[in-house]
Structure formats: structure tokens, C-alpha cells
Nanobody
């Protein structure tokens, strides 16, 4: 079973930035990889996805201030988060699927996630 590990979260002030990383045992191969988040009391939200060919998608909530990227050689998918706001506070997860459209129902077992807290 593929094991997913997220890292890079932390406490940051509003307006700040963080870069999250996601790796998987054995790599992601040709799957699309997505970043998700779950805020307290809210449902899991798909934020961004990137295919093995580099096609990106973003939810309206993060378009323009988050950027997803993929280093296939290192098997790392990153999420650069800029201009962070308190409402970005959540646990962030990554997962994979056949393509960006299927990220709505990802295939992997969920990792532990990485906590992001945006607060002054």
C-alpha cells in the first residue's frame, strides 16, 4: 500500500507563506496528485491537482494564491501557499488519482497530514 507523507506545515502570520511537500513510497508514477485540506468542523476540500504531464487545476478558494508543483524525479509534489489568511488554517493532505477530475475520489490511504495555522 502506498504510504503518503505530508510535511512543511506550521504557524505563520497572516500574509505569510509556507511550502508544503508530499511524498509517497514508491512514487506517484503517472497519477495525478492533489492537495486537500480539512478545517475544524468543515468537510475535506480539494484545493489543487497536477497530472504527471504537468496539467494543473485549482479550486476557486485558492486560485491565485496557492501554486502546486511536481518534481517527478524526486517524487515530490509541493504546494506553495502565499498571502495566507486565518481561514487557510487547516490540516493539509495530499492524495492521488488517475487524473485531476478523479481527485474528487482519491485512491490512496490518507496520510497524517500537516497542520497549518495562520494566526497573529
Amino acid at each position: 500500500q502506498v504510504q503518503i507523507v505530508e510535511s512543511g506545515g506550521g504557524l505563520v502570520q497572516p500574509g505569510g507563506h509556507l511550502n508544503l511537500s508530499c511524498t509517497a513510497s514508491g512514487g506517484f508514477d503517472f497519477s495525478a496528485v492533489g492537495w486537500f485540506r480539512q478545517a475544524p468542523g468543515r468537510q475535506l476540500e480539494l484545493l489543487a491537482g497536477v497530472t504527471s504531464a504537468g496539467m494543473e487545476m485549482y479550486s476557486d478558494s485558492v486560485k491565485g494564491h496557492f501554486t502546486i508543483s511536481r518534481d517527478s524525479a524526486k517524487n515530490i509534489v509541493s504546494l506553495q501557499m502565499n498571502s495566507l489568511r486565518p481561514e487557510d488554517t487547516a490540516v493539509y493532505y495530499c492524495n492521488f488519482a488517475e487524473d485531476n477530475e478523479h481527485l474528487k475520489k482519491p485512491l490512496g490511504a490518507w496520510g497524517a497530514g500537516t497542520q497549518v495555522i495562520v494566526s497573529a
